[in-house]
């Protein structure tokens, strides 16, 4: 899923999807939940931040809440998994959140597939050879099932030179 903390291809089509799905409507009234791993927060360009109006929550040993407090007061920090998961289930944000959207790195992906509140899966399948050194957890698709989600693109899709499918599972 990376090279040098970077997504190592360029698919505008892809990359509009995916801002698409999991950005927040200014309008609505929920908003969604990001959670992220310290090296892809700081992957993000500073413009990004916090990602398309949605809550945001950072997994890491190393950043503290104060490392985080010029990006308003929908930016979170924890050090373990559960912490996120305790804060997200408190009434207030019960409330406020819509969706929550894992955005890597591979360890919160790992924690996201293991947990109890595991519910979807939404995975850009690319069918081309980059150069990475980080990938994205193995999992066991079989034990899964394939969904129809009618926001998603259908099919193959091609850009950029490069046929892609999103699965949802």
């Known amino acids: 899923i990376g090279k040098d903390n970077k997504v190592p291809w360029k698919i505008p089509s892809e990359f509009a999807y ?29 413009t990004c931040k916090p990602w398309g109006n949605t809550i945001c929550f950072i997994l890491s040993r190393s950043m503290k809440q104060e490392d985080v407090l010029k990006y308003g007061k929908d930016v ?4 373990t998994w559960n912490a996120i998961i305790d804060h997200l289930c408190q009434p207030e ?20 597939l293991r947990s109890p509140h595991f519910y979807r899966l939404y995975i850009t399948r690319i069918e081309a050879t980059f ?25 193959i899709q091609h850009d950029a030179d490069v046929h892609y499918q999103v699965l949802v599972y």
């Open 76 to 79: 979170y920090v924890h050090s």
């Open 18 to 46: 995916y801002k698409k799905m999991t950005s927040s409507r200014a309008d609505s009234v929920k908003v969604h939940a990001s959670i992220y791993a310290t090296k892809n927060w700081h992957s993000l360009p500073e």
């Open 131 to 155: 150069p990475a050194d980080v990938f994205f957890p193995k999992f066991d698709d079989s034990r899964m099932t394939l969904v129809h989600d009618p926001d998603v693109p259908q099919g």
């Open 93 to 112: 944000m019960r409330e406020r959140v819509d969706r929550i959207w894992v955005h890597g790195g591979v360890i919160t992906y790992t924690e996201a």
